[in-house]
């Protein structure tokens, strides 16, 4: 049930919502979180949150994006003079899913993998996100299509870094401090940022 | 119930309840195939098998192994020379999520990310798969540490990018020949295998 005074289209009241729904994703994950739960946390009604998000995936896609700011992201990852490094990209990558103690809480890793494994939606928000947000600068005049597989191999590389840490816990990946991490990795972003990815082919090397 | 003539310790029916269990997963994904199904599907008693598997993730364990038999992956994988090619890798990775219609069942890579991400079990599983699996060679005398870390960085591409590819259908990378994407992360997998991963730090690189 409304609390007394509350109304809809408050924007107080959708901010709460959305900070409930964040706890709830944190304690119980995608699956086991329910619109209902996020309500009674919120002390909302349950069709007030309808109101705002048309189902659960749109609730946790809202609580997705806060976390991630782009414009903070591109600020940290971008040096001074405007280049970018993919040791800096992985490390800030990685900073967005171990928030320490204290810190307001975020999305798990292993909650994102769930909710895009159990959703297309949220796996169709996370594309999005990450075409959005992810500008390769590339080589010089190249194609758009070039800067697209650019973005979908650095995304390949980071969501694969975050699935073995996070969610198999592969070792030495899974416990070695995120700076390390991101100086083992860097260079494959820098790869697929800045070097040509159709190289002519080697007459002289083997067929296999 | 159990048809008369069955016995528990069959080899045959363990094979009925694997292949019965791996076309229950590729139809209705791991959360919703259930061990009743199964053994609707197998024409034998539930009770038949929780007596081969302990539970539901015990089973999609093993019809996971089933697709990915090591020894011919590493014949497939290594060339004549016994050299390791990065590029035949991501080809061969990738494959085993691709059989053409007529094939055997295969589990999908979407129900492989269900299970990982639902059961720590899976997980297990899976990074006992990759550990044992995945030999790289590396650099004359070097650690078992470093053969550690090489293995969980290759671990990470080949997720990330079946993980791009498959669930969150991230263009160009989602419809592209497999042959081609091997072409453009193959290098990544060479990188991972045999580069120096502790290069000394330049002093003249600026600090960031």
Same mark, same amino acid.
């Given at each position: *049930?409304a609390?007394a005074g +509350? ?5 107080? =009241?959708? /901010?709460?919502?959305? @900070? &409930? ?26 069709a ?5 998000f ?27 003079d ?16 171990? *928030?320490?103690?204290?810190? +307001? ?5 292993? =909650?994102? /993998?769930?909710?895009? @494994? &159990? ?7 996370m ?22 597989r650019?973005?979908?191999?650095i ?6 870094l975050a ?15 995120r ?30």
């Open positions: *049930m609390r +509350r109304r809809p289209g408050n924007a107080d =009241t959708r /901010a709460e919502i959305v @900070a &409930a729904a964040r706890a709830a994703f944190a304690e119980f994950g995608y699956e086991q979180a329910s619109i209902r739960g996020v309500a009674r946390r919120a002390s909302v009604d349950p007030l949150v309808h109101h705002y048309a189902d659960k995936s749109a609730l946790y896609i809202e609580t997705m994006k806060l976390p991630m700011d782009p414009h903070q992201i591109q600020a940290e990852v971008l040096g001074d405007g280049s970018f490094s993919g040791e800096r990209l992985v490390e800030r990558f990685l900073a967005q899913w171990e *928030m320490e103690p204290g810190d +307001r809480e975020v999305t798990s890793f292993l =909650t994102l /993998a769930q909710a895009m @494994a &159990a959703s297309p939606d949220t796996a169709d928000a594309r999005e996100f990450l075409t959005e947000r992810l500008n390769p600068h590339g080589l010089p005049g190249e194609s758009e299509q070039m800067q697209q650019r973005r979908a191999l995304s390949s590389q980071l969501m694969g699935w073995i840490r996070y969610v198999m816990r592969l070792e030495p990946v899974a416990t070695t401090d700076f390390e991490i991101a100086r083992w990795v860097g260079p494959t972003i820098d790869h697929y940022l800045h070097d040509d990815l159709d190289p002519p082919v080697d007459p002289a090397a083997p067929a296999d």
